[in-house]
């Protein structure tokens, strides 16, 4: 509970009379929501019946605070401070948690928007995420600004955090020079998918791939799921040649190619899908004794798996990985940057 102390107190703790802590109220809000008690009533009908337990802790020893008293801390508590106490507090967490785990670490940015909230112009706010997929937690948000988008908003985001030697993984959006640049300069990895928003990168790969053959492939299933038999294929190609433009993504890159082959169970009906996702992560993928081992495929993006003794990263398959929504032919394609040419025992 030090992170909720470290919140500067707002009100006149020299004056009037102030029944509560301002972090004993911090902290009831928080346990209240997360708990499924969002409005301020149900926060202190959550208070009210777990009363005794907090108690115990040494919160509230004077009661739950009133409604309008949960109303004036939710408006006047200094927003950015309580968002760098709460940032401090999840890192720790974070980092206790991570020590368990011994696979690279996978960091999957992404923006939503907030239900329920509304500016001034009628638009909800989107707000930027980094979530650590190895301990479940969100390490760092940056809200973008009301005139802006998720571009401008990511780089802030990833000079929040520390993602040296970690693989950050975002959608199409994020394939844009400066963010690519932002990992690679702060000694991370990335995976991205490739779509149009990138036209000429895009359709360059699919022009050239059709004269390339993989360095390395592998084949998943077939499985029977959601009432479809599908089959993945993983194939990865060395971009030195591949990719047009080195001087603005750095020739020195990798493309990952997906492609899905489904069959409706009740109809046979057969169609197919191709893919492929961008990243940043070690050279080790040319190894010939790595290219008879499984690439991973998890949410919307590959990463690496945990390393051997010997420095060299395994890989596996999630069975989590998803399976297309539209069953037309389509190619997303992606590139891996493998410039992070050093083999280091992570773990």
């Known amino acids: 509970m030090n992170f909720a102390a470290s919140v500067p107190d707002f009100r006149r703790c020299d004056k009037g009379n102030i029944r509560h802590r301002l972090s004993d109220i911090i902290i009831l809000m928080i346990l209240g929501r997360t708990c499924g008690h969002v409005g301020r009533s149900a926060i202190i009908a959550f208070g009210k019946y777990n009363l005794n337990k907090l108690r115990k802790m040494g919160m509230l020893k004077n009661g739950i605070p009133s409604e309008a008293t949960l109303c004036r801390v939710e408006n006047g508590i200094d927003d950015p401070a309580m968002a760098d106490s709460m940032q401090a507090f999840a890192e720790n967490f974070h980092n206790e948690l991570f020590k368990a785990c011994r696979d690279r670490e996978i960091v999957c940015v992404d923006g939503k928007a907030e239900r329920g909230t509304v500016h001034e112009n009628g638009r909800s706010p989107d707000i930027v995420s980094a979530y650590s997929f190895n301990t479940g937690i969100t390490i760092a948000t940056e809200a973008c600004k009301e005139k802006s988008n998720e571009i401008k908003a990511v780089p802030i985001l990833l000079d929040k955090i520390d993602i040296s030697g970690k693989i950050v993984t975002a959608d199409a959006m994020s394939m844009q020079k400066d963010i690519v640049e932002k990992i690679r300069k702060k000694g ?82 057969h169609t197919s899908e191709k893919r492929c996702t ?70």
């Open 188 to 269: 991370g990895d990335f995976l991205i998918e490739l779509k149009a928003n990138q036209p000429s990168l895009r359709y360059g790969i699919e022009d050239r791939l059709v004269e390339h053959t993989p360095v390395y492939s592998y084949t998943e299933g077939p499985e029977l799921a959601h009432g479809r038999i599908e089959t993945r294929t993983y194939r990865v190609y060395d971009g030195l040649d591949i990719i047009a433009d080195k001087k603005k993504w750095g020739g020195n890159m990798t493309i990952i190619e997906y492609e899905s082959s489904t069959v409706k169970k009740s109809t046979g009906v």
């Open 278 to 347: 961008s990243a940043v992560c070690p050279r080790i993928l040319r190894s010939p004794e790595h290219r008879t081992q499984p690439l991973v495929d998890r949410k919307h993006a590959l990463g690496t798996g945990p390393q051997s003794s010997a420095g060299q990263y395994k890989t596996q398959v999630d069975e989590s990985c998803p399976k297309p929504r539209h069953h037309t032919e389509n190619r997303l394609l992606g590139v891996l940057n493998m410039e992070r040419t050093s083999q280091k025992t992570i773990g």
